[in-house]
């Protein structure tokens, strides 16, 4: 089954400098990965994916992600961090379903993402 | 575009009551989710609906769970009876499809309803 991993509950980190949250993967086949963010009280919301093609994956709210398939990683960047950013974060990998041939989404654990002012 | 609604957006029962969610996808979405995320935990899959039908319900605890998706539109998760374990958050999410087309289609999802079970 695929699976992903978000070694870091929480990351904390000054406003203006860059942040890097954690994700590796394990699966059979081509990985298809994303990164989602959660605010308080609200639902999940789409980042960026990687699905092939340049391993720099550019995304929204000036996200970006890495994908490195030698360390099986796939880490969310940004440049200069915000304290809007401010949320937890979520890695995550499609699995075809077995037996069902149907896209699911599976999910880490999460990341706390601290921006201090 | 409007967002994927669900209601209510907060409950608390009581152990042994029963609760039901509802969830309105985004308009000409063919696929539907339910997922629970329990603090400190990612959301999990508990069923995914393919138009009306069910095609993935296999972490649906079916002796206490149960959900269905009448028309093709409009979905409804219950419990009953509720355990303390099922404190949860419930989101819902709808995608354009989600079958064997290798394109992924995005998953829209709504803000959640926060269950507290006592």
């Known amino acids: 089954a695929q699976s992903v991993a978000q070694p870091e509950d929480q990351v904390n980190v000054a406003e203006g400098n860059p942040l890097t949250v954690k994700c590796t993967y394990s699966v059979s086949g081509n990985p298809y990965l994303f990164w989602y963010v959660q605010y308080p009280n609200r639902g999940l919301q789409f980042l960026l994916k990687?699905?092939?093609?340049?391993?720099l994956v550019k995304g929204s709210y000036g996200f970006e992600a890495e994908f490195n398939k030698s360390q099986t990683s796939f880490h969310l960047k940004k440049p200069s961090a915000l304290v809007s950013d401010s949320a937890l974060y979520f890695c995550?990998?499609?699995?075809?379903?077995?037996?069902?041939?149907?896209?699911?989404?599976?999910f880490g654990t999460g990341t706390r993402l601290l921006v201090s002012p | 575009e409007a967002g994927v609604a669900q209601s209510p957006r907060y409950k608390i029962i009581e152990k042994r009551q029963s609760v039901a969610f509802w969830c309105n996808p985004i308009?000409?979405?063919?696929?539907l989710y339910w997922y629970q995320q329990i603090l400190g935990q990612g959301p999990k899959l508990l069923i995914q609906?393919?138009?009306?039908?069910?095609?993935?319900d296999s972490q649906l605890p079916k002796d206490r769970f149960s959900a269905e998706r009448l028309k093709g539109v409009d979905s409804t998760l219950k419990i009953q009876p509720a355990k303390l374990e099922d404190s949860a958050v419930y989101l819902c999410?709808?995608?354009?499809?989600?079958?064997?087309?290798?394109?992924?289609?995005?998953?829209?999802f709504g803000p959640g309803t926060r269950l507290t079970v006592l």
């Open positions: 609906f393919q138009n009306n039908g069910v095609v993935d």
């Open positions: 999410a709808s995608s354009l499809r989600g079958d064997r087309d290798r394109v992924h289609n995005e998953q829209f």
């Open positions: 990687y699905i092939t093609g340049d391993n």
């Open positions: 308009s000409g979405h063919a696929t």
């Open positions: 995550a990998v499609r699995d075809m379903g077995t037996g069902t041939g149907f896209q699911k989404l599976v």
